[in-house]
């Protein structure tokens, strides 16, 4: 046995000196670009899924009678495991979908993976995109060149409950201080009640109060980033958010672990007087308890009269770079991602179109998306475009941040420079 | 299967020792090609359980080594990047962050909790069951069976639910005899309050395993050497100490052996219990952390050095145990 051990040992150190390198693919862009065939899509599932099935139904009609030979096979993914999904799609080209829905906040690390086409002249080309939303449509730039096409955005707004403020003859929130005078008016009224709900590892909600106060995650500086955490403007804003989660709004206890879906799950059960949530979750607080109690305005900044910045979440459509059908692939993506479709899917799903002027016509006819548009309007930000955000996320650096301190573990000068130190380090290893 | 392998590849080679070489004849040759024959059986006999072995152990053990000298990610993987080596760069980087030595030091205060707690409760029931009447025993059998049937998520989101702290049930019941500091409480809150919720579930799905094994340990003691005991005058105690313990080691140790390896490599119910380790990752294990590097954060080399480092732990627990097991004689 000895024998057969040491044997093994030397094989194994054998095959590591003759450099067995770890398997790589080659995931080159696809040379062919066929005119006839099927184009495989992935787009996300969801929850109630016959809306958008019957949409995308529709355009794939209208796409497969336009071009003949062309079929559309359309798959619906689970969001869940979409990391497990793309990442094999990108190491086995083969089996790589031509087109995919995707987050925005994906794209930089789909890109350095190189598994997104280049896709800026498809852009330019097409008359419609003139009218996309600048700052959406930056989400989707990486040195100068666009690697898809906005699909719908998401952002978050102030909720509250209308009954709760007029009972205590409090005003509508104007600044962000207002919203914690507010919140802890209304909890110290009704102890039961969270001021507002935020969340320790609600990160979208964190992000406009670091905006508001000057502040900002990282900068671009030459080919690398650099964090912008430990200025002082953002410890600001950071100190400003974190007040929110003590024993006098949102104890930390409750709130240090809620996430952006478990906050707005409070304000649904009527648990809260306020929160931060989105206009994808507008439904289903008009289908809650509180549904003829709350309004939303757009989340205020410093000044009264002052919007401050939300984050730009969304959704775009891309082409796979293996993509053996180049052509066909980005037509469909224009057409998916067109006004027309866009409006459609607005209309069935609520989802927030990317382009100026249809969002400003779904705001005049539909009066509880305004303040949305409202905060679209106002200007966006948008996480580092890096592929080492992705890996700053996964290591929750940023809401592990905010949760050191509302957990009492750091106080905001070192645990902001701490975030900052791991940010940089993982913008350096490149 | 590191542990058991070395000794049942052993046992052909020895049964083949003891039987006639091949044909006698007056020549000498025959003889020798015999000899070698015989040097080659065993490995013949030998040769499925490597091949399946290598198969699914060494190759992968290899390609995880090979990865973890690389500059591995995602870039690299799908031919984006070059594929960089680099050497021991991923250790060295490990070893120098202080995170990493944090999570080391829970994993190893959560498994040996978690085993220390799993072999106590398990052992424990295991005496009583011989003790309890037929039916009471068959009921503890098949509730205990219940907790071990259960799959780890299964188990987890279950007692997450217990445990949730406004609408589970085990707040309630608490506020409801009075202990109003606990509507609200958060279990997970405290970074010791969540290792010990989820060291609960742990034991609570562990140690049906202990039970059996160790009831099926005594139930094998055969009565007339106890009887003989008592005849000569041992207590109770006596026999616990000096006879049934003895005689029960062999399982003991296996039983504990597993329990190590099991609780060290603990995944899911760190995950789903702590949401992915905690808040500001207070509850990460090695495991989870592993896997938050390589295939959440994509950073493949490094979750490779994690493996390897795991794997050497776990390899030189076994190894010190089965030293220990020789010295005292009592070979598995």
């Known amino acids: 046995m ?33 005119q006839t065939g099927t184009v495989r899509v992935w787009l996300f599932s969801e929850v109630n899924q016959d809306p958008k099935s019957a949409v995308v139904k529709e355009a794939v009609a209208e796409f497969e009678a336009a071009h003949s030979g062309a079929k559309i096979d359309v798959q619906y993914i689970p969001v869940d495991s979409r990391a497990e999904r793309f990442k094999a799609a990108f190491n086995d080209p083969s089996s790589a979908p031509d087109v995919a829905e995707f987050g925005n906040t994906d794209l930089a690390s789909y890109v350095a993976s190189g598994g997104l086409a280049n896709v ?20 989707t730039e990486i040195d100068g060149k666009n690697y898809g096409v906005p699909w719908f955005v998401g952002v978050r707004a102030l909720y509250y409950r209308t009954d709760l403020l007029q009972q205590l003859g409090l005003e509508v929130p104007k600044t962000l201080a207002d919203v914690e005078t507010v919140a802890r008016a209304v909890r110290t009224a009704n102890p039961g009640m969270l001021g507002i709900s935020v969340g320790g590892a609600a990160q979208f909600s964190a992000m406009p109060y670091l905006w508001a106060n000057g502040g900002s995650i990282a900068t671009r500086e030459g080919d690398t980033f650099v964090s912008g955490l430990d200025s002082t403007e953002s410890r600001e804003g950071v100190a400003a958010y974190t007040r929110l989660l003590k024993d006098d709004i949102c104890p930390a206890q409750t709130c240090a672990e809620f996430g952006g879906n478990a906050s707005v799950q409070q304000f649904i059960a009527g648990k809260s007087a306020m ?73 069935s799903m609520g989802n927030l179109p990317t382009f100026s002027d249809v969002q400003k016509d779904v705001a005049a006819s539909n009066a509880q998306v305004a303040p949305f548009i409202q905060t679209l309007g106002a200007g966006t930000n948008f996480v580092p475009v890096t592929e080492s955000w992705s890996t700053i996320d996964a290591q929750g650096v940023f809401t592990g941040m905010y949760q050191k301190i509302v ?8 645990a902001t420079s701490e975030a900052a130190d791991a940010m940089n380090k993982a913008f350096g290893a490149k | 299967m590191t542990a058991l392998a070395p000794l049942q590849a052993e046992s ?117 069951a011989t003790r309890l009447r037929p039916w009471v025993r068959s009921t503890l059998f098949i509730v205990s069976l219940g907790a071990w049937a259960t799959p780890a998520v299964t188990g987890s989101a279950v007692w997450l639910f217990l445990f949730d702290p406004t609408l589970g049930l085990v707040n309630k ?131 490779s050095a994690l493996g390897v480092i795991m794997t050497a732990l776990l390899m030189a627990i076994t190894l010190v145990y089965l030293r220990i097991l020789k010295r005292t004689g009592e070979a598995l």
């Open chain 2, 12 to 128: 052909p080679r020895g049964n083949n020792s003891t039987r006639p070489s091949g044909t006698p004849t007056a020549d000498s040759r025959p003889v020798r090609r015999s000899k070698v024959k015989r040097g080659l059986e065993p490995w013949l006999y030998l040769a499925p359980a490597f091949i399946v072995l290598i198969a699914l152990l060494g190759y992968p053990i290899f390609q995880l080594i090979n990865v973890s000298l690389y500059d591995y990610r995602q870039a690299q993987v799908s031919g984006k990047a070059p594929l960089r080596f680099t050497g021991l760069e991923n250790y060295q980087k490990l070893f120098a962050d202080p995170q990493f030595w944090t999570v080391l030091g829970n994993t190893v205060m959560f498994a040996a909790a978690c085993v220390v707690l799993t072999l106590l409760v398990g052992s424990t029931l295991a005496v009583l």
């Open chain 1, 2 to 34: 000895k024998i057969a051990r040491t044997a093994a040992a030397v094989a194994l150190a054998a095959l590591a000196l003759t450099s067995c390198a770890p398997p790589t693919s080659d995931n080159a862009v696809s040379s062919s670009d066929e």
């Open chain 1, 275 to 347: 929160t931060i949530g989105g206009d994808f979750n507008y439904k289903a607080v008009a289908a809650s308890a509180v549904k003829d109690k709350f309004a939303v305005v757009a989340v205020p900044g410093k000044t009264a009269g002052s919007v401050a910045p939300a984050f730009a979440g969304g959704n775009n459509l891309g082409v796979f770079n293996s993509s053996t059908h180049r052509t066909l692939a980005a037509d469909f993506v224009k057409l998916l991602a067109s006004k027309k479709y866009q409006q459609k899917m607005f209309d």
């Open chain 1, 120 to 139: 800026t002249e498809d852009i330019k080309a097409w008359d419609e995109a003139r009218d996309l939303d600048s700052k959406i449509l930056a989400t």
């Open chain 2, 173 to 303: 019941t608490l506020v409801s005899i009075g202990l109003t500091q606990f509507a609200g409480h958060s279990w997970t809150y405290d970074k010791w309050s969540g290792f010990g919720l989820v060291a609960s579930e742990v034991v609570w799905c562990s140690f049906p395993f202990v039970l059996v094994t160790v009831y099926a340990g005594i139930q094998a003691i055969s009565t007339e050497v106890i009887e003989a005991a008592r005849i000569d005058g041992a207590t109770m105690p006596r026999i616990a100490r000096s006879i049934m313990l003895p005689m029960l080691r062999p399982i003991v140790i296996v039983v504990t052996i597993q329990s190590i390896i099991w609780n060290f490599k603990i995944f899911s119910q760190i995950y789903i219990m702590t949401n992915g380790g905690g808040i500001a990752g207070q509850n990460l294990v090695l495991n989870v952390y592993g896997y938050q590097q390589a295939f959440a954060a994509s950073l493949y080399g490094l979750g």
């Open chain 1, 407 to 414: 957990t009492g573990k750091a106080d905001v000068n070192t």
